[in-house]
């Protein structure tokens, strides 16, 4: 049995912390400074988990190993499963002509690509993160993008940014329903409070986002549609927090936004040529005069519509519980660790959901597709293979990523810094979303943030006097803006975007977003805990 100690380090937890941030700040010194290849710097990163993890916290070797193995089975399934089938239905589309169909159409919603940003990282992006999460948005909307001309570096960026706002109730609401039950707080106030804050990103996020695209001309000429799909955006997401369901939240905020811009008359008025030339590499500006067959139109949105009905399809109770049926969960071999409140840690068992899972459903939507699209069988295992031989390196960084997380989170490095920010006392309300940032960038999900830290974030606020259910919230809230950071989300966006390599770029240009917006959910979440606590419920 190992004990996690939250401060090995001549019983210092702030000397301890220090030493605990070291793997993932050799991640992103290595990507971001030293424009290391981003599986070489994983796997060094894992290094140096692993060497902190057995020399300071004293975890036994055979253990810290083991949790290393764990974590790289957690990158390989569900993670890197989601990605590949993804791309392989894009691969398939490619490979018929009718992604060429799509995008056409596309362009004749508006043929302005800072509305067509709008429309897929934002709107479509928020509609996969609401169905699949898990990285299924960044990956499907960079590949769109791409497709219809944007460059590889600025559809990465674009995918990134664009998840955010609708993180923390993605995957059918799985992060706030993970942290009512860390916590112990009602779901109900906890969906509320979480549907008081990130609404306010859905107001910023859409500007960013044309600016991205576009700079100061984009905003000034496209103000009037990203503010119009944000409002409509957030204001749903508030509602269905607070008075229907965190399930549904980011389901209806994704629709109402881009019914909202589709409706705007301004988002058809037709982009001119030296803004589509300065912003598309020309792959999207062939004519739009095509006549296109309406078969094909259906055949060419059939892919997307299929992964959207599959997805809902999965939620509806009775089929949840038959897929979930098919699911191994088993005690991981090696591992026997204990928290330091004395209680075995979840980390210690293994789950292994072959059918619910969000890859699985994307394999289903792409056989479906294959029969469809009338390709034959084995051109489409052709495509499954080459898709995965191209992202081999990809697979092998977000393998890397997970073993070194579940590293720092079995062995308790993690922990020690969640207890670090904790101790702030009155500074607590301003620093409790940078907790939750924190645990995204090193794990990746809001989820796995939510279960780190929510409990604390409680025990912090008892301690100095300020509202649990608030910071509680905050966790979740702040944890959305550490995404577009986090190596693994870097290494999937790097991989459908086509960017081999290219982690530590995206991570310069990601990076001052990222920390921008925390920075204004900080103040939100000082403003609520003083002058704007009549926004709490």
């Not at 409509?232 to 549904?248: C, D, P």
């Not at 959901?353 to 394999?363: C, D, K, R, Y």
Request: with cysteine; net charge positive; glycine share 10%.
């Amino acid at each position: 049995m190992f004990v996690q100690e939250l401060a090995p380090l001549a019983g210092s937890l702030a000397l301890s912390a220090l030493v605990a941030v070291l793997p993932l700040a050799t991640v992103l010194v290595l990507l971001g400074g030293l424009r290391m290849r981003a599986h070489h710097a994983a796997l060094l990163g894992l290094l140096v988990a692993l060497v902190v993890a057995i020399a300071v916290y004293r975890m036994p070797v055979v253990q810290a190993v083991s949790s290393g193995l764990q974590g790289a089975a957690f990158g390989l399934f569900p993670i890197m499963w989601i990605v590949v089938n993804a791309l392989w239905i894009y691969r398939i589309t490619v490979r018929t002509g009718h992604f060429d169909v799509l995008r056409r159409s596309f362009g004749r919603v508006s043929d302005d690509p800072r509305i067509q940003a709008l429309l897929i990282a934002f709107c479509f992006g928020a509609l996969m993160e609401a169905l699949a999460g898990f990285g299924a948005p960044v990956a499907i909307s960079s590949v769109m993008l791409v497709a219809l001309g944007f460059t590889p570096v600025r559809a990465a960026v674009l995918a990134l940014v664009a998840n955010t706002a609708p993180v923390a109730f993605g995957a059918m609401g799985t992060p706030v329903v993970t942290l009512a039950q860390v916590t112990g707080i009602p779901l109900d106030t906890v969906s509320s409070i979480v549907g008081r804050q990130t609404p306010l990103l859905a107001l910023f996020v859409p500007l960013l986002l044309v600016i991205i695209v576009d700079g100061r001309r984009g905003l000034r000429e496209t103000w009037l549609p990203a503010l119009v799909c944000g409002i409509a955006f957030g204001a749903v997401q508030f509602a269905a927090s607070n008075y229907v369901s965190a399930q549904l939240a980011d389901i209806g905020a994704a629709l109402a936004g881009a019914a909202a811009l589709v409706a705007l008359p301004a988002t058809r008025k037709p982009a001119r040529e030296e803004v589509r030339a300065a912003v598309l590499t020309g792959v999207a500006t062939e004519t739009l005069d095509r006549p296109e067959d309406r078969g094909e139109i259906v055949r060419a949105y059939l892919p997307y519509a299929l992964i959207i009905v599959i997805f809902s399809l999965g939620q509806v109770p009775p089929v949840k519980r038959l897929l979930d049926s098919v699911t191994w969960k088993f005690h991981w071999p090696g591992l026997n660790v204990v928290g330091s409140n004395g209680k075995p840690v979840s980390g210690n068992t293994f789950s292994l959901p072959f059918l619910n899972t969000g890859g699985t459903l994307v394999l289903i939507a792409g056989i479906l597709t294959v029969v469809a699209l009338r390709v034959a069988a084995r051109d489409a295992v052709r495509e499954w293979g080459a898709t995965v031989h191209e992202l081999r390196f990809a697979i092998l960084t977000v393998m890397g990523v997970l073993a070194l997380a579940y590293v720092m989170n079995l062995s308790g490095q993690t922990t020690t810094i969640g207890h670090l920010i904790a101790g702030a006392g009155a500074a607590l309300a301003f620093l409790s979303p940078v907790l939750g940032w924190f645990g995204v960038a090193v794990s990746g999900s809001d989820t796995s943030a939510n279960a780190l830290f929510g409990a604390l974030q409680v025990t912090a606020a008892h301690q100095a006097g300020l509202s649990p259910e608030l910071l509680a919230a905050a966790n979740s809230s702040g944890g959305v803006l550490g995404k577009m950071i986090s190596p693994q989300n870097l290494s999937i966006a790097c991989a459908a975007a086509m960017l081999p390599g290219e982690e530590g770029t995206l991570l310069r240009k990601v990076l001052p977003w990222s920390l921008g917006l925390l920075a204004v959910m900080c103040l939100i979440v000082v403003g609520q805990s003083t002058v704007l606590s009549g926004m709490l419920p």
